[in-house]
């Protein structure tokens, strides 16, 4: 069981990336997902999530608008457009596989974590 995060990479201020989560070993059909990130120096904090068929889509306050989490369930893959890109979006972003089939903004509901990849926008 293994999800592979990729896409970081160093951006100027209103850039854009996006992330890829691509999971092996376990098929991701029936989880919701989330994307989290940690800064140098601050907890780890809740980005945004996907129901099992992305049917629901949350985030969190400072990233609505400009991020979007969607997924391909026939790749096995979620991902992260992430648009606008600031200063303070810089941190290393994780993605993670849910408990259930239930998403969630607390970490501990979540079980299965990538290595994390990282963002850094330069001002």
């Known amino acids: 069981v293994q999800l592979q995060a990729s896409g970081g990479g160093l951006v100027q201020v209103g850039g854009s990336l996006r992330l890829s989560c691509a999971a092996s070993?376990?098929?991701?059909?029936?989880?919701?997902m989330g994307w989290f990130r940690q800064a140098p120096g601050k907890e780890r904090e809740f980005v945004a999530a996907?129901?099992?068929?992305?049917?629901?889509?949350h985030y969190d306050d400072s990233v609505q608008g400009r991020f979007t989490i969607s997924r391909d369930n026939a790749k096995n893959t979620v991902y992260l457009q992430m648009n606008s890109l600031k200063p303070e979006d810089t941190a290393v972003y994780y993605c993670?596989?849910?408990?259930?089939?239930?998403?969630?903004?607390?970490?501990?509901?979540?079980?299965?974590w990538g290595q994390g990849t990282q963002v850094t926008v330069s001002s």
């Open positions: 996907i129901s099992w068929n992305g049917g629901s889509l």
């Open positions: 993670a596989t849910s408990i259930g089939s239930s998403w969630s903004i607390d970490g501990n509901r979540y079980k299965y």
């Open positions: 070993g376990f098929a991701l059909d029936y989880y919701a």
